[in-house]
C-alpha cells in the first residue's frame, strides 16, 4: 500500500529554499478503472473499511512545493494531483486532494492588539504580585504586631490574599491533626491520583493524534488492553463529580447546623464564590490560547493542534468564562477538557438549588438523588436503544487524528454533556449526606460488614470500567443494542457507587494500606495542583506533539516517557500559577463566605 503518512523537511523547505510553500495535504485514492479494480486498491479497500485502521485510502502528506515552475499548474491542488497520479499510474490508482494548506515562510498569525493587551496584563498582575508580596514580607518584618493588625483590615484581608509567602506556607501545611471532622483526607489522595491518570490518558490520546512512522502502532494499541481502556477514561471523570457533590452537601449541612437557615441571597454569594475561584486561572489559560501560544513555534502538526485551538479560542472564549461551552460542541471546543469545568458547575449551580429549597428535611437529599439517578437510567436506556448508540465512545484511529472529536455525536453526547454527568453527582450528595449523617459514628462495626464494603468497592469500580474494554475492544465485538443500552445507562452509576462507598469506608477508619496510600501528606499537596494542572495539562501535550518535526517512531517506552514529561510540567506550571493566580481568589473567596457566616 502506498505510505500513509509523509512529510518533507519543514524547515528545510521554508528556510534554506527560495520561493517555496509547504502544504499538507489529504490525497483521496480510487481505483483507475472501478470494473477492474487491482490488488492493490483490493487490500487498500479491505484494510480502511475495518474502523480499528486509519483510512488508508486517505494519505496524509506534507510537501515542500515550488511556488513557480515552468509546465507547472498554478494551481497546487492540481499539481498534487498530477504528481500522484503518474505516481500511481502503475498501481491502478487515480487521486484526489481532498485537502491542502499551504504555508510559506512569513506565519500566518500575527501579534496583533489582543496579544499585546493579554501581555501587558499578565505581566503586570506577575509584577503587583511580586511587589505587594516583598512589600507585605519587609512590612511584616519590621512589626509583626502592626503587620497582624494591617491584615484584620479590610484591605489588609485582600492584599494578603497575594503574599506568596503566606499562600506557599498554607499550601504547604501538612498537619493530619488539623483536619476538620467533616473532612474526608483519603479525598485528596483520590483527587491527585485520579489527575494524574486523567493527564495520562489525554496525554496518550494527543501522542497519538499526530502522524507516525508506525501507523499499526496505533492501529494495534486499540487491542491491547494497557491502551485500550483509554476509551472508557471518561468514567474516571465520575470522581471528581462525587467528591464536588459530597463536598458540597457536607458544606451547606454545616451552615445549617450553625445557622439553622440559608437565605437566598447567601446561595448566590456561595454560587458566587465558586466562580471566583475557577476563573482566574481558565480566563488565563484561554487567553494565552487565544493570543500568544500559536507563536510559540512552527511545524508540519504545528497548525492542526495549536492553530486549530487558537482559531476556536478567538470565536468561543467568551463561552468557556460563562462555563456552558459544553453546549457548544459541534465546531469544535476551546480547551477540550473544559467540558468538564462547565459540567461540574452547572451541576454545582443545581445541587445548591436543591439543596436550598430541602433545607428543611436535609435527608430528602437521598430520596432526590435516588430518584434522579432512577430517571436518568430509565431514560438513558429508552434513548439509547431507541437511537441504537454504541457504548460510550471507541477511540478509533481516525477520530483521534488531529483530536478530530468534535464533530462525532457519540463523542459529544457520552462525554460532553452535563447530562451523562448527573450519576456521579447526585451519587455524591448521597453519600455526602450519609457520611455528614454518621461522621461521629461506627456504622461498621462487624467483620462481615467490612468484608461486604471491600468485595463491593472492588466489584463495581473494576466491573463498570473493564467490563466496556473487553467487549469493545475483544476480537468479539458486534454492536449489541442490548447491551450497548443496559451497560450505557448502568455503568457510570455503579462506578460512582464503587467510589462513594470506597470513600465512606475510609472516613469510617476502613482501608488498611489503601487508605494510608491515599492520606500520604505529599498528597494533600499535589491535590491542591491538581486543578491548575488539570486545566494546563492539555496545553503541555499540545505543545509538546505539535514541536515534533517529523512522524515519530511510536513505541510502548516512548509514549511514556511523554506522558511523565507532560505529567511533570503540568504540575510544575501549576505550581506557579496556583501560587500567583489560583491562591489568592481562592483565599479571598473564603474570607468572604466566613465573615458571611
Known amino acids: 500500500m502506498p505510505q500513509l503518512f509523509k512529510f518533507d523537511d519543514f524547515y528545510q523547505c521554508l528556510y534554506r529554499q527560495e520561493d517555496t510553500s509547504y502544504c499538507l495535504v489529504s490525497i483521496k485514492l480510487n481505483p483507475e478503472n472501478p470494473a477492474n479494480t487491482t490488488k492493490v486498491w483490493n487490500v487498500i479497500k479491505d484494510v480502511s473499511s475495518n474502523t480499528d485502521n486509519y483510512r488508508h485510502d486517505l494519505l496524509r502528506h506534507g510537501l515542500c512545493l515550488p511556488n513557480h515552475c515552468e509546465h507547472c499548474s498554478a494551481n497546487f491542488s492540481q499539481r498534487v494531483e498530477q504528481i500522484y497520479d503518474e505516481k500511481f499510474k502503475n498501481l491502478g490508482l487515480v487521486t484526489t486532494v481532498d485537502k491542502i494548506r499551504c504555508e510559506t515562510k512569513n506565519s500566518d498569525y500575527v501579534v496583533g492588539k489582543l496579544d499585546y493587551i493579554l501581555a501587558i496584563l499578565a505581566a503586570s498582575g506577575f509584577v503587583f504580585v511580586v511587589t505587594l508580596s516583598f512589600a507585605l514580607e519587609l512590612f511584616k518584618y519590621q512589626s509583626s504586631e502592626k503587620y497582624d493588625t494591617f491584615s484584620k483590615t479590610g484591605v489588609g484581608h485582600i492584599l494578603t490574599c497575594f503574599s506568596v509567602s503566606q499562600n506557599w506556607k498554607i499550601l504547604t501545611?501538612?498537619?493530619?491533626?488539623?483536619?476538620?471532622?467533616?473532612?474526608?483526607?483519603?479525598?485528596?489522595g483520590v483527587r491527585f491520583i485520579c489527575s494524574v491518570w486523567i493527564i495520562y490518558v489525554h496525554t496518550a490520546i494527543v501522542t497519538l493524534a499526530i502522524p507516525l512512522a508506525n501507523p499499526e502502532y496505533t492501529e494495534e494499541a486499540v487491542h491491547r488492553v494497557l491502551t485500550s481502556y483509554h476509551s472508557n477514561g471518561g468514567v474516571l471523570?465520575?470522581?471528581f463529580f462525587v467528591l464536588s457533590s459530597w463536598l458540597l452537601v457536607v458544606s451547606i449541612l454545616e451552615k445549617l447546623q450553625k445557622s439553622k437557615k440559608i437565605t437566598f441571597g447567601y446561595l448566590l454569594v456561595y454560587i458566587f464564590g465558586k466562580y471566583f475561584r475557577l476563573i482566574p486561572l481558565l480566563a488565563l489559560v484561554v487567553g494565552l490560547h487565544s493570543t500568544w501560544l500559536v507563536h510559540y513555534?512552527?511545524?508540519p502538526f504545528?497548525?492542526?493542534?495549536?492553530?486549530?485551538?487558537y482559531r476556536i479560542c478567538r470565536q468561543k472564549w467568551w463561552l468557556n468564562l460563562l462555563f456552558i461551552n459544553n453546549f457548544f460542541t459541534s465546531d469544535g471546543l476551546c480547551l477540550i477538557q473544559s467540558w468538564y469545568m462547565a459540567a461540574e458547575f452547572q451541576l454545582f449551580v443545581l445541587g445548591s438549588i436543591i439543596l436550598w429549597l430541602i433545607q428543611s428535611k436535609p435527608r430528602r437529599i437521598l430520596i432526590i438523588c435516588g430518584a434522579i439517578n432512577l430517571i436518568f437510567i430509565v431514560g438513558l436506556f429508552?434513548?439509547?436503544f431507541w437511537r441504537n448508540l454504541e457504548v460510550g465512545f471507541k477511540f478509533t484511529p481516525e477520530a483521534m487524528y488531529n483530536l478530530s472529536l468534535s464533530s462525532n455525536y457519540e463523542w459529544n453526547f457520552s462525554w460532553t454533556s452535563t447530562i451523562m454527568s448527573v450519576p456521579g453527582f447526585a451519587v455524591g450528595m448521597c453519600f455526602g449526606y450519609v457520611f455528614w449523617k454518621y461522621k461521629e459514628e461506627k456504622i461498621f462495626t462487624k467483620k462481615s460488614h467490612i468484608l461486604t464494603v471491600w468485595i463491593l468497592c472492588l466489584a463495581l469500580v473494576p466491573l463498570s470500567v473493564f467490563t466496556?474494554?473487553?467487549y469493545v475492544y475483544s476480537g468479539y465485538y458486534s454492536n449489541s443494542r442490548w447491551f450497548a443500552s443496559i451497560y450505557g445507562s448502568v455503568y457510570k452509576t455503579i462506578f460512582s457507587c464503587g467510589i462513594g462507598l470506597m470513600l465512606f469506608g475510609m472516613s469510617q477508619g476502613l482501608g488498611g494500606f489503601l487508605k494510608k496510600v491515599f492520606e500520604y501528606p505529599l498528597f494533600h499537596v499535589m491535590a491542591q495542583l491538581s486543578y491548575g494542572a488539570f486545566v494546563v495539562?492539555?496545553?503541555?501535550a499540545r505543545v509538546n506533539a505539535g514541536l515534533k518535526m517529523y512522524p515519530p517512531l511510536m513505541a510502548d517506552y516512548v509514549m511514556f516517557g511523554d506522558i511523565i514529561v507532560t505529567v511533570s510540567l503540568s504540575y510544575l506550571v501549576s505550581l506557579f500559577l496556583t501560587i500567583f493566580v489560583q491562591m489568592p481568589f481562592t483565599i479571598m473567596s473564603k474570607k468572604m463566605m466566613f465573615m458571611l457566616k
Open 173 to 188: 501545611k501538612i498537619n493530619p491533626k488539623d483536619y476538620k471532622s467533616d473532612f474526608v483526607p483519603s479525598m485528596q
Open 237 to 239: 471523570v465520575q470522581i
Open 297 to 299: 513555534s512552527r511545524g
Open 302 to 309: 504545528w497548525d492542526d493542534l495549536v492553530g486549530e485551538e
Open 382 to 384: 429508552c434513548y439509547l
Open 468 to 470: 466496556y474494554t473487553f
Open 537 to 540: 495539562h492539555f496545553s503541555i
